[in-house]
């Protein structure tokens, strides 16, 4: 059986330039914008980055962010938090959402 296939964190720097920059930033210490600063958020539960105002639907998901959640998650955000504010329609193409949680790996860590 063949393994998966990771992503491009250089292709994934480019999908978070263009469908998430505007209201994210990854470095740390980085501000909140719409949405909150995702440093350090692999391997830490939803709703739980300092000084942002979550849903109570994100703060109550009880989600730990790792590849396969993110990778779920990036695909219809709406879907899979029922009552989040992200107002972001997700990315369809499996390989986009691999390419952009490869540099958020490589960026929030």
């Given at each position: 059986m063949a393994k998966?296939?990771?992503?491009?964190?250089?292709?994934g720097a480019k999908v978070?330039?263009?469908?998430?920059?505007?209201?994210?930033?990854v470095e740390e210490g980085g501000a909140h914008k719409q949405g909150p600063n995702l440093y350090g958020?692999?391997?830490?539960?939803?709703g739980m980055a300092d000084g942002y105002s979550y849903s109570?639907?994100?703060?109550k998901s009880g989600i730990m962010w790792g590849e396969e959640t993110l990778f779920d998650y990036l695909?219809?955000?709406?879907k899979y938090i029922k009552g989040t504010k992200m107002v972001f329609a997700g990315i369809k193409k499996e390989k986009e959402r691999k390419d952009l949680i490869a540099y958020l790996k490589a960026s929030c860590s």
């Open positions: 998966k296939k990771g992503g491009s964190e250089k292709k978070f330039k263009t469908k998430c920059s505007q209201c994210h930033t958020f692999f391997g830490r539960q939803s109570t639907a994100n703060k695909e219809n955000p709406k």
